[in-house]
C-alpha cells in the first residue's frame, strides 16, 4: 500500500524537479527523501524519475502519479482520519493569494461560504499573487488580467470596467487620482492626454479604497475599477466622461497545472464561480 508521507515527498520533489530544494521544503535529509522515493518507486513497480547530469525528469509513471497524486494523498489522509477518530470528515485547507480590493467584495461572501475550508489569506497586486501560485507560495489566487504562463491553468471568473469616477453633484474638477503601479490607469491617462483633458493637480493614490472615499467626498475624479466604487458609494457616484474609453479587466482564477486534481481546489473553484454567477 502506498504510504502517504512517501507519496508527500514524491509530489514536492516532482514540483520542484531538485532533491535539495524538495528536501529543504519537506525538513528531511536529502538520504531520507531519497529513501521515500526509492521505497514508493518500489511500492508502485515503476521508476518515477530519471536522474541526469542536467537535473531530475519525470517518466511517464512519474508524470501520471503526479496528475492523480495529491486526490490520492487526499483519500490516503481520509482513511487515515477515519481510524484515528472514527470520523472521516476533516477541514480541507487551502491558500490563497489575491489583492485586497478584489477581496473586498469577494471574500466577505465566500468566507460565510466555506466553513468547512482552513483557508489561509495572502495579499498582494494581481502579478505578484499569481508569483506566489507559480513558486507554489500559495495553491490558488484570484488575479486581474494574470499574463499566461505553461504551469498556470486561468480560469476567467468575471469582467470589470476601469473608468473615472467622480461625486454625482459637487467635486473638485481640478483634481485626478490614480494608482500609478497600475496599468489600466496609464491606459486612461494616455486617453486624456489625447483628447486634451487636463487635471491641475495629479495625485497618487497606491489604494483603491481610499481613492474611492476620497472620490466620495467629492475631492476629485479618480481611476477605479467599478466593482471597487459600486461595492463602497454605488448611490453616490457616476462616470465621469464617457469620451474615455474604459479599460476591460479579466478578474481570473488561477492556480498550477500540478493542483488541479486536488479535491479541495474542485470544490473551491465552484463555490468562488458561483459568486460571480
Request: hydrophobic share 35%; aromatic share 10%.
Amino acid at each position: 500500500m502506498i504510504n502517504s508521507n512517501d507519496l508527500k515527498c514524491f509530489l514536492v520533489t516532482a514540483k520542484t524537479l531538485h532533491l535539495t530544494r524538495a528536501a529543504k521544503e519537506l525538513g528531511l535529509s536529502q538520504p531520507a527523501l531519497s529513501h521515500c522515493i526509492k521505497r514508493l518507486e518500489e511500492e508502485v513497480g515503476e521508476d518515477l524519475f530519471l536522474r541526469r547530469k542536467d537535473g531530475m525528469v519525470l517518466t511517464k509513471a512519474g508524470t501520471y502519479l503526479l496528475n492523480h497524486g495529491q486526490k490520492i494523498l487526499d483519500e490516503l489522509n481520509s482513511v487515515s482520519q477515519y481510524f484515528k477518530t472514527g470520523n472521516a470528515e476533516k477541514k480541507q485547507s487551502l491558500s490563497l493569494g489575491i489583492h485586497p480590493s478584489v477581496g473586498g467584495y469577494v471574500l466577505p461572501n465566500l468566507l460565510k461560504d466555506l466553513k468547512d475550508f482552513e483557508l489561509s489569506l495572502h495579499f498582494g497586486l494581481s502579478k505578484d499573487v499569481t508569483t506566489m501560485v507559480q513558486d507554489g507560495k500559495v495553491d490558488c489566487a484570484v488575479a486581474i488580467n494574470p499574463y499566461p504562463h505553461s504551469n498556470l491553468v486561468i480560469n476567467t471568473l468575471s469582467e470589470d470596467l476601469f473608468q473615472l469616477w467622480c461625486h454625482k453633484k459637487n467635486f473638485d474638477k481640478t483634481t485626478l487620482f490614480f494608482d500609478p503601479q497600475l496599468h489600466q490607469s496609464h491606459f486612461l491617462l494616455r486617453q486624456l492626454e489625447k483628447k486634451g483633458i487636463t487635471f491641475e493637480r495629479h495625485i497618487e493614490v497606491p489604494n483603491l479604497e481610499l481613492m474611492a472615499k476620497l472620490v466620495y467626498e467629492g475631492a476629485g475624479v479618480g481611476i477605479l475599477p467599478s466593482r471597487v466604487i459600486k461595492n463602497n458609494y454605488p448611490k453616490e457616484t457616476v462616470v465621469y466622461s464617457n469620451e474615455i474609453k474604459p479599460f476591460h479587466d479579466r478578474i481570473c482564477f488561477v492556480y498550477s497545472a500540478e493542483s488541479k486534481y486536488k479535491i479541495s481546489l474542485k470544490e473551491f473553484k465552484t463555490k468562488l464561480q458561483s459568486l460571480f454567477q
